[in-house]
Structure formats: C-alpha cells, structure tokens
C-alpha cells in the first residue's frame, strides 16, 4: 500500500518546472519556474545558485508561481565583465528581472548571502516585498564574514585564489561539507550538482568580487533596515551554522516589527538541503499563516 508521503511526492512531481531566461543589461539570466499563485522568488547563496532548491521548489510550487534564479556571474547564468558585485548592485539586477518577468510584488526568500540582497532588495523598493524568509542571511551582527572577507579580497590572496582556480574543486567540496550539521544528511549528486557551476571560467572571480565589498555593504544594510520594519519576515537557522552566526539572529529579529525566528536543531548552514521536509514545511506554514494579511 502507498503511504502519504509517498502519494505527495508522486502529485508533485507532474508540476512542470521550467527553465527559462531573462535578458538583463543584454545578458542572459537563467531561472526556473513552476506553479501558480502569488509570486515567490527565491535567491541562492554567494556559490549556490537554483539547484539549492531543487527539493523545496516542488513544495512551495503547489500555492506560489516560484522563481528560482541563477543570479548573474554564477550558476549557469552570464558572468558579465566587470560585475557590479556590490548588495546594491545585486538588489538593483533583481528588481530589474522583477521589472523582465512582469512581477510588480512578490514574497522574497532569500539564503546567506541572497538573503543579504534579499533585505537591500527589500529595503530599496519596500512597497515590491510582501513578505521575507530569511534563511541564515549574512548580516550586520555576524563576524564571521567581516573577518574573512579581507584576507580573500587582498591582491595576493586573490591572485592566488584565481590563479589555481581550475584545482579547487576538491576544496570547494570540503568547505560544502563544513556546512553541514551531520554530513550524513548530504544526498547523493549534491556535491556535483553544486560544483558543475564552477567549471564555467570566471565563477571564482564572482566570489571575490563579492568579497571586495563585503564589510561597505554590511554597513550600508544596516543604516537601510529600518525601511524593512514594516514587512513580516520569517528567520529561519541551523543550531550548527558555522558560516553566518546563529547568535546574530535575535539582533536582526530586533529590527522587524513582525518577525519569527525558528532554530533548527543539529542543523547546519543549509537546512533546504540537510532537512529540506521540514525547511518547506516552515516556508510553507509561514505564507499561509500570513496570506489573508498580505492580501
């Protein structure tokens, strides 16, 4: 006899996801659609891009139109020359792409470093947000990344870094399993699946790029919070995050009006992936309980 589960993950299945692309400053941005509804856009972290929600799009696909974006740079869409790398460079592409797709709001859900641009987003064109859900987001109150950022962003460190780029892949798989809260929940194909970006020329570029501004954005996020106060957000962690730290989401939750926290425990810096059922479930459950105020 079939159980539940399996009977829903047979329905979910027949929504077709789509890959579709987006001209943006006469370069092409790749994404994936799927469902109906209000729309959901939902940003990857600094070297993930739309395969990190290749477990949740079906789930939340079922009561939202889903966009899930490679942002430009990264993933399998264009790395243009000289790159605006900056959070407000980024928030200002993906209104941009908003604007291409014909979405004038939408709900946000950003992770790590997309849930940064998420919330500089958000804080640029507020009236677009409906709600967020952040997930681990880098942010002002986390040391972790202000620390990092410049050493791999000063000129020997980066000529390095670019230089035996083409012999990273084995640590790119090593700093992927660091994220994990029990590396025994990583699921076949997921390391490939993250590293086939890489081999396109010019991805470990991006992520120093990233890093040349790191700690000037941070700075400029927190003075633009406080035009997010009015907009519900959900903060969603891993107990075990060692990349963004879980200490730092109570100070960001002091700057919403209407905010959630929910902790995963034993997880790590990726919980869509380390424990995707209950990561969609929490989306889920957070746009349903909010859906009669947003509309």
């Known amino acids: 006899m079939e159980s539940t589960s399996q009977t829903e993950t047979r329905a979910r299945a027949v929504l077709p996801i789509e890959e579709r692309w987006a001209a943006l400053d006469e370069y092409r ?3 994936l659609s799927s469902g109906s509804g209000p729309a959901l856009l939902l940003l990857h972290g600094l070297f993930g891009y739309s395969f990190s929600w290749r477990y949740a799009l079906p789930v939340l696909a079922e009561n939202s139109t889903v966009y ?4 430009l740079g990264v993933g399998f869409s264009d790395r243009p020359p000289n790159l605006d790398c900056s959070l407000r460079g980024h928030a200002e592409r993906l209104l941009r792409f908003l604007d291409r797709v014909g979405v004038t709001s939408c709900d946000l859900l950003g992770t790590s470093h997309g849930g940064a641009v998420a919330m500089m ?3 640029l064109a507020p009236a677009r947000v409906r709600r967020l859900i952040l997930v681990a987001p880098v942010n002002p109150w986390s040391a972790h990344g202000k620390r990092l950022a410049p050493f791999l962003s000063c000129r020997a460190v980066s000529w390095l870094l670019l230089r035996f780029a083409p012999c990273l892949g084995g640590a790119h798989d090593l700093l992927l399993r660091r994220l994990y809260g029990d590396r025994r929940r990583i699921r076949p194909g997921t390391l490939e699946g993250y590293s086939a970006p890489l081999r396109i020329p010019g991805a470990f570029k991006y992520g120093l790029d990233v890093t040349r501004a ?4 941070l700075e400029e996020l927190e003075l633009l ?3 997010l106060t009015r907009i519900p957000t959900l903060l969603l962690w891993g107990s075990e995050d060692a990349a963004v730290s879980p200490a730092s989401a109570r100070q960001l939750q002091r700057q ?4 959630q926290i ?8 990726l919980p869509y992936e380390e424990v995707p059922e209950q990561f969609s479930s929490s989306v889920v459950r957070f746009l349903a309980r909010n859906f009669a105020e947003a509309f």
């Open 29 to 31: 941005m790749r994404y």
């Open 68 to 71: 899930a974006v490679d942002m």
């Open 121 to 123: 987003a958000a804080a």
């Open 214 to 217: 790191w700690n000037r954005d």
């Open 225 to 227: 919070l406080p035009r």
């Open 256 to 259: 919403f009006a209407d905010c």
């Open 262 to 269: 929910e902790i995963f425990e034993g997880v790590g810096h």
